[in-house]
């Protein structure tokens, strides 16, 4: 469950985020719309860990993580341009956060093909990013992500660059995922049909604020 | 291929380019016709100058690696943190490249007459006692003859021997000073400046998105760095290895003021020209300089080469 309580955080005179109080519940999938600047991406990076709210407070599963780094959250975040790590090859940027925890080699290379397998891209193991589609890099973000067993995973924008046919794949992927890791999502987007499609609960930013939209 | 504006003005960019390029050419031939190739070999064969060209190599290497070792970490940090009198701080890493050569040298060589730069120079000693000893560890005192000319231990009272034991530590110091060690240091000084402004770029041209997902998957900052971001800058740094060396392979005033110019010692290839030059052997001068100019075209080919590969 994530649960923001007052958040604001401003730069310089201006807010960008005023008084944010939400709750999203464990394994729902919510979508967060708004115009662009409006402090979205924000809104996700205090949620990592990547920023520090000017006050207010984080609380994943009823604990306040504010303060922690955002290692330390148990958060999976893909960014809107996926961010894969260049130099690295596909089964490297999956087994990234497992080895980083130590996993024993065997264990880990079994993880690594599980979620390849998965995503459907076991083939692509050895490609470097630069090798990959926009569909293809998308899904070796999401399986990065899931690969340090995140309780909950952050999406910003992250279907943007694909075509039509390949959104309507990805949003299946998405589902399917949710619902087989047992996550909660938070999941930016400009697409109403992509809101749609995916989520439960449908959350809307507008002056910095956030409010609930109710389904037609 | 007609000619429209277009390729006018591709045509005018590259004769300003040919220009330039035909103007050192121009230079680097009248020097190289200033003397033959039989003289050239006979100068480079020399002992003082294959001693100058293996100390120049090495000095420049050793340099240029000091200088990425530095400029990594503070072109990181220059590039990522938002920090109260950055602009300062960036100013002030750019003062090698601003002061005249011979003032670096100057600084240099006035920095290890003072009280720091001579402790570093000579060393220090530590005094680690008092230290309590045990009665039974000490060593007898010396053997006195007595008054019946009989060997015996001089008697002192405890208070006579000292109730501790004076230990001093030598600390060895390292001296720069018209040594080897100050010519890479000179050389270091400003190469790492020139290193420094490159990683920074570098570090400033990588998005910093892929070390904001490393943090989420476990690392911490110094992780981010060693796994994400140096590997996605190595070319960067084989740039700024190129650069500093390059820049090192030139250095001539710091080195000369800080360094000296001994033969056999301290003379690295800029030195050469120079003193050539002071005892009017310009022949020996003109084959060193274009020697160094085709180190430094092959040195800095191969470098990138590499860097092209990695």
């Known amino acids: 469950m994530i ?14 985020l005023a008084d944010v109080t939400i709750a999203i519940p464990a394994n729902t999938y919510a979508v967060l719309m708004g115009s662009t600047g409006c402090g979205k991406t924000t809104l996700l990076e205090i949620l990592c860990g990547l920023r520090s709210p000017t006050s207010g407070r984080v609380l994943l599963d009823n604990v306040d993580v504010t303060d922690l780094e955002p290692r ?13 790590f260049p130099g690295l090859r596909v089964r490297e940027q999956i087994g990234f956060a497992p080895k980083l925890r130590g996993v024993p080699p065997e264990e880990l290379n079994q993880r690594v093909n599980r979620l390849a397998e998965q995503f459907g891209i076991a083939p692509l193991l050895d490609r470097l990013p630069d090798m990959l589609s926009g569909g293809e890099k998308q899904r070796v973000a999401l399986a990065r992500a899931l690969a340090a067993q995140p309780k909950l995973l952050l999406l910003d924008e992250p279907l943007s660059a694909l075509d039509e046919s390949m959104r309507a794949e990805a949003v299946t992927l998405l589902q399917r995922v949710q619902s087989e890791h047992s996550l909660t999502v938070l999941h930016v987007t400009h697409s109403s049909s992509e809101a749609a499609a995916l989520g439960h609960l449908h959350l809307r930013m507008a002056g910095g604020r956030l409010e609930v939209e109710t389904k037609a | 291929m007609t000619l429209n504006r277009s390729n006018l003005c591709w045509l ?21 016709t200033y003397s033959t190739p039989d003289s050239w070999l006979k100068v480079l064969m020399s002992p003082e100058i294959r001693h100058a060209t293996w100390l120049s190599l090495v000095t ?3 340099a240029a690696g000091f200088a990425v070792l530095l400029a990594v970490p503070v072109g990181y940090l220059m590039s990522r943190l938002e920090f109260r009198g950055k602009s300062w701080l960036d100013a002030a890493l750019d003062i090698p490249i601003i002061l005249p ?5 100057l600084c240099l060589l006035i920095f290890f007459q003072t009280w720091g730069g001579k402790l570093i120079e000579n060393g220090f000693d530590v005094d680690l006692s008092p230290i309590e000893v045990p009665e039974s560890w000490r060593p007898d005192p010396p053997l006195i003859r007595d008054e019946e000319n009989e060997f015996t231990h001089e008697y002192k009272k405890p208070s006579q021997m000292g109730d501790h034991w004076k230990h001093l530590l030598h600390v060895p110091g390292f001296p720069f000073t018209y040594q080897i060690s100050g010519v890479i240091l000179a050389q270091f000084v400003v190469a790492a400046a020139f290193a420094i402004r490159t990683m920074r770029g570098t570090f400033q041209h990588l998005s910093a998105r892929p070390e904001d997902v490393a943090l989420t998957l476990g690392c911490t900052r110094f992780q981010a760095l060693w796994h994400v971001a140096l590997p996605a800058a190595r070319r960067g740094m084989v740039a700024a290895f ?10 001539f005033g710091p080195i000369l003021v800080f360094a000296g110019a001994t033969r056999m010692k301290t003379e690295v290839l800029p030195t050469t020209v120079w003193l050539e030059l002071s005892v009017g052997n310009l022949e020996a001068a003109v084959a060193v300089s274009l020697f160094m100019v085709a180190l430094a075209v092959l040195v800095l080919v191969a470098v990138r080469a590499t860097g092209e590969k990695v």
């Open chain 2, 101 to 105: 050569p011979l003032v670096v040298g």
């Open chain 2, 60 to 62: 420049c290497t050793l």
């Open chain 1, 3 to 16: 649960q923001l309580d007052h958040i604001t955080w401003k730069t310089g005179d201006r807010v960008i």
């Open chain 2, 242 to 251: 190129c650069i500093a060396w390059a820049r090192s392979l030139g250095e």
């Open chain 2, 12 to 32: 005018a960019l590259a004769v300003i380019t040919a220009g330039y390029l035909l103007f050192w050419a121009f230079l680097l031939g009248a020097t190289a």
């Open chain 1, 72 to 84: 330390e959250r148990g958060i999976g975040y893909v960014p809107q341009d996926l961010a894969l």
